[in-house]
């Protein structure tokens, strides 16, 4: 304990932590490795005790409970990076407590970017990740080597009479996965009771007549109490895999349904609302993180993310970074797919699958639809298949 | 529907909407006002359709799904405010395709940022907002003209039962509002079960003593299948309110709390991980919109945000724009308290009521513990209150 301080608290209790750590690196703002250190050690106090550090009533709290910096490795001008290790019991053994202590509140601040994460075996028995994964996913599907072939359900405002044709046809001609575009929730033009039960029809009498396997991926973010009854229903209805945007309903409630064996379905993890944390440069969270281990450790077997040059600004190392935090070892979590998407086209098919090699899932929505003279959506759907084959 | 475009899906279906529209209003990064209009048309396009707008099957999807744009008003250098109506079916009356209609993939564009939405009363009577807004919470205090005054339980670390000394003390010296910092979530430490009824029973046991009603309020931020489990247990073991972080577990999960009549709870929000969206400048959500708006439609009676001159880096505007969005009319949602806090001192309690006025919520949290010599944490919470009193 300080001395000439006052303590308010006092606590007999002597914590029984393990010891073990998990480990953030941040890469902040900072004029030299003592600024950076310093930067660091705030990080320390406000993501696990936000007191100020003087006034910690005990030892055994600094020393236990308080993160750790290593030093600052040079990341550039005026960048360093900076990896803390935190008590694994901080964490609670929860997800939302997780996130909370990895990036709760330095998220509010500018100059803090939250580059990657590491969690020991202890962390990742209780967060086992996706059910699928890659080679799950290629299972299902019976496609062992190839690119995955997605699409999505679109325009809002079709009817789900209207949709569950363009399922049809979409399944007849060749797509692996076909996905609610994930505007679609429960609006009256097509509500969720309807439309779902015949896309699934749709898909299965496609896979009927092609001996093929295609699912289909209702989107099921939806208000909290409505998630599990839609993913159940989606799944009663013949659903092959579940659509999901965390950052609109919750990363954990996208873990529940990962970890449901009730439902055990694919699920493939939109972007929305939450993308913008990874906005950067040096605020925010990496793609590495938000695309990859955060989906992977809420049990996402793909990832949704605006490839470079469609209608987003991803550059090519931030997609890297994406396919290393979706593909590498973290030491539990399976690889899951990267879903290179936002706005991307047919005549770009070779430059994605060179780009991620054949372990990828690509996404073409509404190109799919520019149809060339004397092209039906079938034969374009088949000219895609051809073109991720060939690649 | 346009000439020249080779049709892939056939809709028989008329769309019979109401012609009612929300609104929500955009600043783009745009060099003039064409620029800014074409971007305001991507932006109506992509938030609903995402589709090509070539492509778009029929005119009745074009008129009646489609966001459509007001004229720009320059808005400063480069940047222009664009007002988009969307049409009120397009979010299917839930908050969670709310905003996916208003922010969810724009937030992954930079140059774009939500700065205010608009429901009409249609919508409202859906999201009715906040149970309690600044009027209830003063009745359930029986604070009626002054500031509420509100701490936190910390250092996480503590064992339940010098939390609930600490809570004592906080309740003695004449704190309303008492929190769990939103660190405390169910650790071995301090496990939930333990915790909340240890400190609720702390702080009745000091409202006994002084005649006062100060409020304790847990934090049930939580894993989904837990978060109303928790509240439940919360609100049998006495406690007065609930702290949540709707950016760790879901935005309607909070909305779920805070419409569930058998809890009838105040909550105070916090926004930890999402508080990053408003960093900005010119992506995501504005301060109005993340801490205002965003908290009264899911229900929140107090929003936490970063007061400048503290640990963050708000500025004055943005902290006149969160109060605006807390407390302005929104046509339904009763007002909220704003809740300034993030390293904030007694020795500003007069600048934060000048600041906010009297309808605000003082949050301190470290510095309630920093001692004078002879004085005790009572003797210092009772000096907060007469500031807070005299301001």
């Known amino acids: 304990m300080k001395s000439g301080v006052h303590m308010t608290i006092d606590d007999p209790l002597t914590l029984a932590l393990s010891g073990e750590r998990f480990e953030a690196r941040y890469r902040v ?16 106090l406000e993501q696990t005790v936000e007191f100020p550090e003087a006034l910690i009533p005990n030892d055994t709290i600094r020393e236990q409970i308080v993160g750790a910096p290593e030093p600052p490795i040079a990341a550039g001008d005026a960048a360093w990076d900076v990896s803390i290790r935190y008590p694994v019991e901080a964490a609670g053994g929860e997800l939302t407590q997780l996130v909370n202590v990895l990036f709760g509140n330095v998220a509010l601040q500018p100059g803090v970017r939250l580059m990657d994460v590491t969690l020991p075996g202890t962390m990742l028995e209780n967060l086992p990740g996706p059910r699928f994964g890659i080679g799950g996913l290629r299972r299902l599907l019976d496609v062992p080597d190839r690119p ?3 699409t999505a359900l679109k325009p809002m405002g079709l009817s789900a009479q209207a949709l569950a044709q363009l399922a049809y046809n979409l399944a007849l001609g060749g797509i692996d996965l076909i996905k609610d575009d994930h505007g679609l929730a429960d609006q009256p033009f097509s509500p ?29 973010t939806a208000p909290a109490a409505a998630v599990l ?12 895999g579940l659509l999901f945007c965390p950052g609109l309903a919750g990363l954990d409630a996208m873990r529940g349904l990962a970890s449901d064996s009730s439902l055990a379905l694919p699920i493939l993890s939109h972007p929305a609302l939450i993308g913008g944390l990874a906005l950067g440069p040096d605020t925010g969270l990496s793609p590495r ?61 070779q430059e994605l699958c060179s780009f991620y090699g054949r372990d990828c899932m690509l996404l073409i929505g509404g190109d799919l639809h520019a149809l060339e003279p004397g092209e039906d959506l079938v034969q374009r759907c088949r000219r895609f298949v051809a073109l991720a084959a060939a690649a």
């Open 148 to 150: 995955l072939l997605c």
């Open 192 to 220: 969720f009771a309807e439309r779902v039960p015949r896309c699934a029809e749709a898909v299965a009498r496609a896979n009927r007549e092609t001996g093929r396997r295609c699912l289909y991926l209702p989107n099921v």
């Open 29 to 44: 703002r900072a004029d030299d490795a003592a600024a950076a250190l310093a930067r660091a050690r705030d990080i320390c």
């Open 289 to 349: 993180v938000l695309y990859g281990r955060l989906n992977r450790l809420a049990g996402a077997d793909a990832a949704i993310f605006p490839h470079l040059g469609g209608r987003f600004s991803f550059s090519a190392d931030d997609c890297r970074d994406i396919a290393t935090g979706c593909t590498d070892a973290m030491g539990g979590p399976a690889p899951i797919f990267p879903v290179p998407a936002g706005g991307m086209k047919l005549d770009r098919v």
């Open 229 to 240: 009854p839609r993913a159940r229903a989606a799944r009663d209805a013949g659903a092959g």
